[in-house]
């Protein structure tokens, strides 16, 4: 596939943004554990928040196609930032531009996709991960609200996000059909953040526990109507798959040009190591894997953009590349050898930022799951 001027304009610029302002300070982020507010702004200003929001409300208009391009670009700077902006972009935006009304639309889109706001999606509970259609937490009815308890687990940005959209189980007896959407602002009394996971990676990025106790909301912060919780989820997944496809190739790249570099200046036996044909055949390996996967990502978004479907395609996307990104950055560790597990160089921690992208958004099972359905 070919970009158009506008498209290669707008990586471009996310591109000289990332590895100005994300790539130098991403090996501090990790070990501080620090969400980059600065950088977030900055991501912001380029109208990264937004991508595919129309401009009506607040967003750049853009398509499926350039959001694979700016987070790829955002990944390639630092893992972690570019998924809290993934999430923001897609599920939570997605889901206010299908289904949210206008008052909806004018309070909430309008600051996520201008970076006032960074969204959190409240779906995977403790006991309930990939089987969404067993939830625990539910929203009671009560006079002119609702009344949210239960717990959810591995949030992202469940702390430093402003607003969540949480699904919960308005009727017990419905089961798929008994659960809603709901808009939850973070500062609303009863949202409790319970814990911050420590994790393997992605630190710049805060993973939550959330408790909901009593948590209060008004009626008008439904999203749809009753019911429509859980195809409101499942829908928004579909985008979410394309976005974390495009983090993994953004991890990978990254990894593969550290691996790249050192090899032409590493010298063994009287040359530069890539001239030994095991390391040049590897890294030609790696090439060629992110390429391939970076051409599943772009037909998927190309199908979407068209309205067309393309849920097998975007698992299919997400499946090859988050995988994919695991062997590159194994493949690069190995280039660099003993380098390559300490923290002086880059690719352990992009190794560590990367493995999740098999987990979240469905895992790698779930993919294959999608996929086999769609051949059946």
Known sequence: MLLTPDQEAIRDAVRAFAQAELWPHAAQ?????????????????????????????????LDYLTLALVLEEIAAGDGGTSTAISVTNCPVNAILMRYGNAAQKTRWLEPLAQGQMLGAFCLTEPHVGSDASALRTTARRDGDGYVIDGVKQFITSGKNGQVAIVIAVTDKGAGKKGMSAFLVP?????????????????????????????????????????????KIALGALEGGRIG?????????????????????????????????????????DCATQIEAARQLIWHAASLRDAGLPCLKEAAMAKLFASE?????????IQTLGGYGVVNDFPVERIYRDV?????????????????ARALA
């Open 29 to 61: 982020w990790d070990r501080e554990h620090h969400f980059p507010k600065a950088a977030h702004q900055g991501l912001a200003a380029l109208g990264a928040y937004g991508i595919c929001v129309p401009e009506e409300h607040g967003g750049a208009g």
């Open 355 to 371: 493995r999740v992208c098999q987990i979240y958004e469905g895992t790698s099972d779930v993919q294959k799951i999608l996929i």
């Open 324 to 332: 994919m990104a695991e062997r590159v950055c194994s493949a690069a």
């Open 186 to 230: 973070t500062d609303t009394p009863g949202y409790q953040v319970a814990r911050l996971e420590d994790k393997l990676g992605q630190h710049s990025s805060d993973t939550a526990q959330i408790n909901f106790e009593g948590c209060r909301i008004p009626a008008d912060h439904l999203i749809g109507a009753e019911g429509e919780g859980y």
């Open 244 to 284: 974390i496809a495009a983090q993994s190739v953004g991890m990978a790249r990254s990894a593969f040009e550290a691996a790249l570099a050192y090899a032409k200046q590493r010298e063994s036996f009287g040359q530069p190591i890539f001239q030994h044909q095991a390391v040049g055949f590897r890294l030609a």
